[in-house]
C-alpha cells in the first residue's frame, strides 16, 4: 500500500451557488456544499474518499478566491496536478486554482498567521443588474472619509464581542485585526480586513458598522466605543453575506521538509470581474 500524502488545495468559488462551504449533518435538501463537491470531486478522481481539513467556514452567499483545503490520500496522482484532475469533476461554481504536497502536520485553520476578506460596496443611486450577488448595493451616498476614521480606531488588539453574531463558539472574542482599510475607485468601496483570526460573522459586521458611519446614523467614536460597550444599543448592524470574499490565508515561510501553500490573492487586489468597472 502506497504511503499517504497531505495535499493542499487552494480554491476558489461562488458562495451563491452553494449553502456555504462545511457540509452538516442534518441540512435539509437543496443547494450543496463547497466541502460537499470537494469530497465528491476527490472521491472520483482518487477512488476513495477523503476527510477534508479547512482554514475556515464560510456562510452561504459568502464567496472565495484563497480557501485553503488539505487532505490526506494514497492515490498516484502527483499533488499538483490534483488541480486540473478535480476540476474536471467538480460543479460550477467552485474552482481548485492550486494543489501541492505539505507536511504531514500541517493543518489549514490552526497553522495560519493571518486570513484576508474583502467587503465589496457599489455605492451609486441605480443597482447593478451583473453584481447584484457579488456586491451589496448602497444606493445613498457614503461619507468615506468618516469611514476611513472609523476604521482607524478599530485596528489592534481589542475584544470584538460587539461585532461577532451568536453562534460562535469560539472561547475568547479578543482578536488583533492588523489591518481594516478601505479600497476601490467610486462608485465601488471594498472593506479589507486583515486579522489573526475572525469571530462568527465579524467581517460583515465591521463593514455593516463603517456603512452606518457613512451614512451618518452613527459617529466613527461611537463605532469605536462598541469595543468596549459590546451591549450598546443598536447593535452594529450585519452587512449581507454576497459582498463578502475570502481573499486568502497566509501561513509562516516554508518549512525545511514541506511547503506551505501560498496565499491566495497573488496581486493583493480582489480578483472580482465587477470589481474595476
Known sequence: MRPQRR???????????FSGFQAQRGRPGGRGTVQGALAAAIERATGTAARLVAAGRTDS??????????FDTSSRIPPERF?????????????????HEVE????????AVSKEYRYVILNRPEPSALARRRAWWVPERLDREAMAEAASKLTGVHDFAA??????????????????????????????????????????????????????RMRPEGLELRLSRPDLRPPVPTAPPW????TCVRYPPERPGGREPRDGSESGVLIDPVAGM
Not at 488583533?176 to 482599510?181: E, G, Q, S
Open 83 to 99: 488541480a486540473p484532475a478535480l476540476n474536471r469533476h467538480l460543479p460550477e461554481g467552485v474552482v481548485v486554482r492550486r494543489s
Open 104 to 111: 504531514g502536520s500541517f493543518h489549514p485553520r490552526f497553522g
Open 243 to 246: 459582498g463578502l470574499y475570502l
Open 7 to 17: 495535499v493542499a488545495l487552494v480554491v476558489e468559488y461562488d458562495g451563491t451557488c
Open 163 to 216: 461585532f461577532a453574531s451568536t453562534g460562535s463558539s469560539a472561547r475568547t472574542t479578543v482578536r488583533t485585526l492588523h489591518r481594516l482599510d478601505l479600497a476601490g475607485t467610486p462608485p465601488w468601496l471594498v472593506v479589507v480586513a486583515e486579522a489573526d483570526g475572525f469571530l462568527y460573522r465579524m467581517v460583515r459586521r465591521l463593514a455593516g458598522g463603517l456603512v452606518e458611519v457613512g451614512l451618518g
Open 61 to 70: 452567499g459568502v464567496h472565495a478566491l484563497g480557501q485553503v483545503v488539505c
